[in-house]
């Protein structure tokens, strides 16, 4: 055998051996992933390995500014079949979550069963939207409110409509969530038929404001750190890129005795939408928990009837209903 051949022959096994390596790395990464493990930062084992995406699954796979991600989706039955549906981002995942893959699918699990019974009741698809970082997609959750988790669910949200041929969809969401479906439409995004973002954030400075305000610390002061705001997409001032869109409905829904998010961020909101021309209601609902913060299901009940076409009058009226 030839020193030539020899050399060729070692160079052909090498990258057998790196092949199945990357193949191990990219299981490992799966599986890393898929637990939940990488939830709300630590290392990311799968940003850039689109052949661990698992695309035609419940994945798809998004480039933003030159980096890729791969994002999961959870959707209801029928999304294959429907010709609308509604999009759903669930809110900023608590740390008490973190390393703790039971809790997180229990969550996951608890949401999916909310899902399926609200399609069945309206007789439209529901899918949720992991965020970056979040129930299987990856990203960081620690870097939330920053351009790239809004530009990645933009994308995602174009490649599913796309992947199922999505005529109309509503988007909808909760807290974190209803700022990322406020983000989409001053993104731009195109033929929504309705958003019911509620619980939603809009403002971060006038956020972080408010609770120092209530904490007795002086406003400022908590942000002198720079990297406080480094990079956060601020969604109420840029309310004046929503594309004007006929027919869209958009319901801003708050509690006003929320303690996580102030009612007068929701307020603000609808008002600067509707002086802008757009068809934009304030709807107070009553939030659960101690904080009166959740309207998660509100919001669902809310934009399933809006995408099937029930009147103002009734969309308004499930946010009475427990």
């Given at each position: 055998?030839?020193?030539?051949?020899v050399r060729r022959c070692v160079s052909v096994v090498v990258a057998l051996v790196l092949g199945v390596l990357d193949l191990v790395s990219a299981a490992a990464a799966v599986r890393f992933k898929r637990s939940g493990e990488a939830t709300l930062g630590g290392a990311d084992a799968l940003a850039g390995v689109q052949s661990a995406c698992e695309a035609g699954r419940n994945h798809v796979w998004v480039e933003v500014v030159g980096r890729g991600d791969c994002v999961a989706f959870y959707p209801t039955p029928g999304l294959n079949r429907g010709k609308a549906a509604v999009f759903y981002f669930e809110g900023d995942i608590p740390p008490s979550y973190r390393h703790n893959r039971k809790r997180l699918q229990g969550h996951l699990a608890s949401l999916q069963g909310r899902l399926?019974?609200?399609?069945?009741?309206?007789?439209?698809?529901y899918v949720m939207v992991a965020r970056p970082g979040t129930f299987g997609?990856?990203?960081?959750?620690?870097?939330?409110?920053?351009?790239?988790?809004?530009?990645?669910?933009?994308?995602?949200?174009d490649a599913?409509?796309?992947?199922?041929?999505?005529?109309?969809i509503a988007l909808a969401g909760q807290s974190g969530g209803a700022t990322i479906a406020g983000a989409l439409l001053v993104l731009g995004m195109s033929d929504v038929a309705c958003a019911v973002p509620a619980s939603g954030g809009y403002d971060l400075k006038a956020m972080l404001d408010w609770h120092a305000d209530r904490q007795g610390i002086v406003v400022g002061v908590h942000r002198e750190h720079p990297a406080t705001l480094a990079g956060d997409f601020n969604v109420m001032d840029?309310?004046?890129?929503?594309?004007?869109?006929?027919?869209?409905?958009?319901?801003v829904v708050g509690d006003p005795g929320d303690q996580v998010t102030p009612f007068v961020q929701q307020q603000r909101f609808a008002e600067r939408l509707r002086a802008d021309g757009h068809h934009a209601q304030l709807v107070r609902a009553q939030g659960s928990g101690p904080q009166r913060h959740g309207l998660a299901g509100t919001a669902l009940k809310m934009a399933g009837l809006c995408v099937t076409g029930?009147?103002?009058?009734?969309?308004?009226?499930?946010?009475?209903?427990r």
């Open positions: 055998m030839t020193q030539s051949l399926d019974r609200l399609a069945a009741t309206y007789q439209v698809p997609s990856t990203g960081n959750h620690s870097a939330r409110r920053k351009d790239r988790e809004f530009l990645v669910m933009r994308a995602a949200v599913i409509r796309q992947k199922f041929e999505l005529k109309r840029r309310v004046q890129a929503v594309r004007q869109e006929p027919g869209r409905r958009i319901f029930a009147d103002d009058a009734e969309v308004r009226r499930a946010a009475k209903s």
